[in-house]
């Protein structure tokens, strides 16, 4: 028999509704643990009953398949943030179930630059430290001191360095998942900001989302299913190979950018990943090139 969980979980939880794809199996559990107290003693819970376990933001680049998750899916809610100023510059600390996109309007409109790129990030900032979030000039690593991780029952304070960043990827993302084992949560992170001019960071900030509406295909997607490889756009590339609005089920690749996936209607994840798999296939057959997924696949 189960023991009872520290927080309230829900059971076989539809993830079709925590993913921005708006498809996918469920969750065995599923829980929004809103403070560290509360994610350890789910980590315990799941470790006791040998469940595993993956640590979710808002699913803006996650899919579950079909057949669902046997284990606990945790989305970490917690959101403060403070800062700390020291003359012209300042050192944010937010945590991580904050979300991107509010939080960088709130700043530049505070007068704080920094966070300006992430104009229309989907997610959080845990998922943005998780995969190097960025856009439109900017990434997590070029602004992030460091953060606040669980692992194994003890919260560590990792710096920069250790995240190793690269394009869309950090230690932690590159980590496999060791069946078992509980994998880090990120808790919290420390940005640095420096003082700029609230309007002209609003202006630009306009200008970003102005951009972003244009270039982002309307309905549910995770964004761009594939990293860009190096010198190459993914896009393109599927764009080349034909396979602009190809469709399986109800999901399509976008005709307005090859890059993403969207779900029309009832797409399954499997439709999902039929289209992953042809838009691979088709790019190593036709340039040799093989793509490789920025969204995270459970
Ligand atoms: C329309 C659209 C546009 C997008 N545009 C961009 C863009 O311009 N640039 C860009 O980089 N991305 C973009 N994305 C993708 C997405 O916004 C980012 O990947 C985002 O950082 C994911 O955050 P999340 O909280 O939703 O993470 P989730 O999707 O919930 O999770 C993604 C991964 O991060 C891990 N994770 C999340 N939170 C934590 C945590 N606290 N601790 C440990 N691991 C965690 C999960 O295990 C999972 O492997 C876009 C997505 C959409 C839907």
Known sequence: ??????????????????????????????????????????????????????????GTNLLVRDAGYPGLIASYRAQDWQIAEQGDSALLSVEAGAPMAGLARRLAAMGWAGLAWAEGLPGTVGGAVFGNAGCYGGDTAQ???????????????????????????SALKRADRVPGAIPPLVLAATFRLTRGDPTALMAAMGRTAAERKRKTPAGSSCGS????????????LIERAGLKG??????VISPIHANYIVNTGAASA??????????????????????????CVL
Request: include cysteine.
């Open 1 to 58: 028999m189960i023991a009872p969980p520290p927080i309230p979980i829900r059971e076989h939880e539809p993830m079709e509704r925590h993913s921005s794809w708006r498809a996918g199996g469920a969750a065995r559990y599923y829980a929004e643990p809103a403070s560290p107290a509360e994610a350890q003693a789910l980590a315990a819970w799941a470790r006791l009953h040998r469940l595993p376990l993956a640590w979710v933001g808002r």
């Open 143 to 169: 602004v992030l001191v460091c953060a606040e991780i669980l692992i194994d029952d003890t919260i560590e304070s990792w710096p920069l360095e250790r995240l190793a960043y690269d394009y869309r990827t």
């Open 225 to 236: 299913v594939f990293k860009n490889p190096p010198g190459e756009s993914a896009g393109q």
């Open 246 to 251: 190809r469709q399986v089920g109800d999901a």
């Open 270 to 295: 499997a439709d999902i990943l039929a289209l992953v798999a042809i838009a691979r296939d088709e790019v190593r057959r036709q340039f040799g090139i093989v793509l490789e997924l920025e969204v």
